[in-house]
């Protein structure tokens, strides 16, 4: 069955490194998301990705966050320098979307960021 | 501004009994929803949907019921197992604008008691 895959699956930074948060989306999906969830917190929406763009980002999405789709096939998150409350799983989903029937997003197992 | 709001954020029931978990939204918008399940330390796994073209749809012990003209679907489990203990996520998709995006509700931790 395909799936979603995030490496690493832990990551350890320093306060202030950039960090780039890797991706590897089903291959027939056209909409990719990231997604995180602090310690013992919600998950919060961050970022979609359609057709090689930011379709929507949230308040969280400041301009430390990037997204990219370099060579087709993975999907990265950057944070440019980070900071201590970003540590938190980080979840990428990707779904079809291309009619309502594949509206159904498939999560990674998450990489968790610790930021020290 | 929440579209899609799951107000219970946790609810507790017996084994073997009925679960069921309420979500409300605001975006008359939504064509299709859906019921995500996670685990700690997991990312959400799909669970069960819904087209507004419907009004319930089951699959094994779970059924989810929309009622479109109250802005409200369900998500019923029965019989409640232990192992159905997780974090219930109510996410919601529309066609709207050049937009395509599952909007997510804040999460019901659903604890099945032995």
């Known amino acids: 069955e395909p799936e979603v895959t995030q490496t690493p699956s832990h990551q350890v930074t320093q306060m202030g490194q950039e960090v780039i948060l890797r991706c590897v989306p089903i291959s027939n999906h056209l909409y990719f998301y990231w997604y995180r969830q602090i310690l013992g917190q919600k998950v919060e929406f961050l970022v979609s990705?359609?057709?090689?763009?930011?379709?929507?980002k949230s308040e969280i999405f400041d301009d430390q966050f990037s997204v990219e789709r370099p060579d087709g096939s993975n999907f990265t998150l950057k944070i440019r320098s980070t900071k201590l409350e970003d540590s938190a799983m980080y979840f990428c989903?990707?779904?079809?979307?291309?009619?309502?029937?594949?509206?159904?997003?498939?999560f990674g197992q998450g990489t968790r960021l610790t930021v020290v | 501004d929440q579209q899609v709001k799951q107000n219970s954020p946790s609810l507790s029931v017996q084994e073997g009994r009925i679960s069921i978990l309420n979500c409300d939204y605001t975006n008359s918008m939504f064509d299709y929803f859906l019921w995500y399940k996670k685990y700690p330390a997991e990312g959400p796994t799909f669970l069960i949907s819904i087209s507004s073209i419907k009004d319930k749809n089951e699959d094994g012990r779970f059924t989810v019921f929309l009622n479109k003209s109250a802005k409200h679907l369900s998500l019923h489990i029965v019989p409640s197992q232990p192992g159905d203990s997780a974090v219930y996520f109510c996410a919601a998709f529309g066609l709207g604008g050049s937009n395509y995006k599952l909007t997510f509700g804040k999460g019901t931790l659903l604890t099945v008691n032995p």
């Open positions: 989903a990707s779904s079809r979307g291309d009619s309502l029937m594949n509206t159904e997003a498939f």
């Open positions: 990705f359609y057709n090689n763009e930011i379709s929507e």
